[in-house]
């Protein structure tokens, strides 16, 4: 886990209102290795979800440089960073974000779609990876038939049907008890094991931190200092 996948240098964003302004990151640097999983943590609004949109290119940085895969962020057009996104980045957030009315292969599939695959191809993609995170003979149920645990399984298979080279997650057991916010903490962890995905999770959980390879604390939209567990 040398080589870097993210590398982020001195990166500021300032929210400007008109009537007051938001330093939420006051020049952040990061270095992310390839295959690794690191926490961010820090207190609210301590620029965490901030910096987690800004580098997987969400949001715009009011300056400093992101590169990803060694290619600069602000090099690319509204049209490739989406392109970028949605071939190589997976996104798995704290509310699943899943469409009702889809059921969980639909769901899955969705993205793939989007991106250009074809039907087909999607659906088979789609099945693959609900059977990796042990939802096969519920892949055909809507969201409002699974429990938490299992429409959490739902996002991190969705997030992980391109195949992406990096998974960011933002506060992915929040709304999980312990017990399954565990249970989902394994899952990721096997799969960054198995398919060294890079994973980068904002989180308020040292249970969930210390499952990760490095820790990095965040204050006030800096960096305050980083931990390393294994």
Not at 3 to 17: A, F, G, M, S
Not at 20 to 35: C, D, P
Not at 66 to 73: H, S, Y
Request: aromatic share 4%.
């Amino acid at each position: 886990m040398d080589e870097p996948i993210i590398q982020v240098t001195d990166l500021v964003k300032i929210y400007d209102t008109g009537a007051v302004r938001v330093h939420a990151l006051r020049g952040v640097s990061l270095t992310v290795a390839k295959g690794e999983m690191v926490a961010i943590m820090g207190p609210s609004g301590c620029g965490k979800t901030t910096l987690l949109n800004c580098v997987s290119g969400i949001d715009e940085p009011t300056s400093g440089s992101v590169r990803i895969e060694g290619t600069e962020l602000a090099s690319m057009d509204d049209d490739r960073k989406t392109s970028y996104r949605a071939r190589r980045m997976g996104f798995i957030f704290q509310f699943y974000n899943l469409l009702p009315v889809l059921s969980a292969v639909e769901n899955v599939e969705l993205p793939l779609l989007v991106s250009g695959t074809k039907p087909s191809e999607a659906r088979t993609r789609a099945a693959a990876v609900l059977d990796h995170v042990k939802l096969a003979e519920w892949q055909d149920h809507k969201p409002a038939e699974l429990s938490g645990g299992q429409r959490q399984r739902v996002t991190i298979a969705r997030a992980l049907a391109n195949d992406p080279a990096i998974v960011w997650a933002d506060e992915p057991t929040g709304d999980l008890d312990s017990v399954t916010a565990d249970e989902i903490m394994t899952l990721m962890q096997d799969l960054n094991e198995r398919q060294h995905q890079t994973f980068v999770i904002v989180t308020h959980d040292p249970g969930v931190a210390s499952r990760c390879h490095r820790t990095v604390h965040m204050r006030d939209g800096l960096i305050e200092r980083e931990e390393r567990h294994r």
